[in-house]
């Protein structure tokens, strides 16, 4: 799973907890979070510091995302679920970090459907 984020908030914080569940009972599950457009180290070092969080926190070398990806620009959030062997499962797309973390729940079952 890779969660592309352009805020680097408690919101985002409250996705990635909630896939940090998942993992728990899944070793095998890969999750990143790569903070886009203007989200820099040290917001997602104070992310880390803050929530405490599994997931591993990495920027993205070219500012907008990896450009074969062709992230909306206008989703703050952009998340895709891959299945076993690389196809993606299930993808979601949000205009805030408030409305991702109101998914949160959702985000998590399908990560947990991709992995059966």
């Known amino acids: 799973m890779v969660i592309f984020s352009q805020k680097a908030d408690d919101n985002i914080a409250t996705v990635v907890k909630a896939v940090d569940q ?3 009972n899944h070793e095998k599950l890969g999750t990143v979070l790569v903070g886009v457009s203007g989200v820099e180290a040290a917001d997602l070092e104070k992310l880390q510091e803050t929530h405490k969080l599994t997931t591993p926190l990495t920027i993205a070398v070219n500012k907008d995302g990896p450009k074969n990806y ?43 459907d991709a992995l059966k």
Do not use: P
Not at 84 to 104: E, L, P, Q, V, Y
């Open 22 to 24: 998942v993992q728990k």
């Open 70 to 112: 062709k992230l909306n620009k206008d989703a703050a959030v952009t998340i895709l679920v891959y299945q076993k062997g690389g196809a993606i499962f299930r993808n979601f797309a949000f205009s805030d970090t408030k409305s991702a973390a109101a998914k949160a729940k959702d985000i998590a079952t399908a990560t947990e």
